[in-house]
């Protein structure tokens, strides 16, 4: 089973800075790494997929980079509603595998 | 617009059964990838079973196998999963999901909200 890193487990932010999030596969995944977004009482929400391809709808503040085992998730200036918890997911072999996410909190 | 909404979920014993449905709407369901996936505070997100199109792939997480089965009916636009023998530590919200055709397994672009499974005695 593939396991995925992410760090920093929280980040402390103010709206307006930049946000750089983190994750680490234990094995080459190949750009099969997707970007989810989650606040509470909801499902998660699809940013990135393919390591850099911005899901419909999402807003290009959010970008993605990376291949094989590191990958970032960058929110070049964060807007309120971006305060949540951020996933990472590789869909490279079964199971399909999750980090315990990062959550980005207003400092 | 695509809407998954989930069902069946409950208090069940330790040792019983449930049966969850995944409803599925405004997509052609019967092309789609369908995926369970279950979330605990302190596990977080794990991918529980997954089932292609025509039914014809089944893949399990090893923590169900042999105790859960997936499966669906494109007829009806559903998919199910059949819990038996559970344990304290199938305890979690569990969600369907899906995603674009063309791409397997897809990215997960749609989700339902969640049915809670509590497994106590």
Same mark, same amino acid.
């Given at each position: 089973?593939?396991?995925l890193?992410? *760090? ?5 932010l103010?709206?307006g800075e930049?946000a ?9 995944? *190949? ?10 009482g909801?499902a998660?929400?699809l940013?990135?997929y ?12 959010f *970008?993605?980079s990376? *291949? ?27 199971p399909?595998t999750?980090?315990?996410?990062t959550k980005?909190?207003?400092? | ?8 979920g409950?208090l069940v014993?330790?040792?019983?059964s449930?049966?969850l ?6 997509f052609?369901?019967?092309?789609? /990838?369908?995926l ?10 794990e991918c529980?079973?997954?089932i292609?199109?025509g039914?014809?792939t089944?893949? /399990?997480?090893?923590?169900v196998k ?7 009916d494109?007829?009806?636009n559903?998919? /199910?999963?059949?819990m038996?023998?559970?344990r ?8 369907c ?11 997960l672009?749609?989700?339902g909200?969640g049915?809670?499974v509590?497994v106590?005695?």
């Amino acid at each position: 089973e593939i396991v995925l890193t992410q *760090s920093p487990a929280t980040l402390s932010l103010s709206p307006g800075e930049r946000a750089t999030l983190s994750c680490r596969a234990s094995q080459d995944v *190949s750009s099969y790494l997707a970007w989810y977004q989650q606040k509470p009482g909801q499902a998660p929400r699809l940013l990135i997929y393919d390591a850099s391809k911005r899901a419909t709808g999402i807003p290009a503040r959010f *970008s993605g980079s990376g *291949s094989e085992t590191d990958f970032t998730l960058t929110i070049s200036s964060l807007e309120p509603e971006d305060f949540a918890l951020y996933y990472c997911q590789q869909r490279n072999s079964w199971p399909w595998t999750f980090g315990l996410g990062t959550k980005v909190e207003i400092e | 617009q695509v809407q998954l909404v989930e069902s069946g979920g409950g208090l069940v014993k330790p040792g019983g059964s449930l049966r969850l449905s995944c409803a599925g709407a405004g997509f052609s369901f019967s092309d789609h /990838y369908m995926l369970w996936i279950r979330q605990t505070p302190g596990k977080g997100l794990e991918c529980v079973s997954d089932i292609r199109s025509g039914g014809s792939t089944i893949y /399990y997480a090893d923590s169900v196998k042999g105790r859960f089965t997936i499966s669906r009916d494109n007829a009806r636009n559903s998919l /199910y999963l059949q819990m038996n023998s559970l344990r304290a530590e199938d305890t979690a919200v569990y969600f369907c999901a899906t995603g674009p055709t063309g791409y397997y397994p897809p990215p997960l672009q749609y989700w339902g909200r969640g049915t809670l499974v509590t497994v106590s005695s």
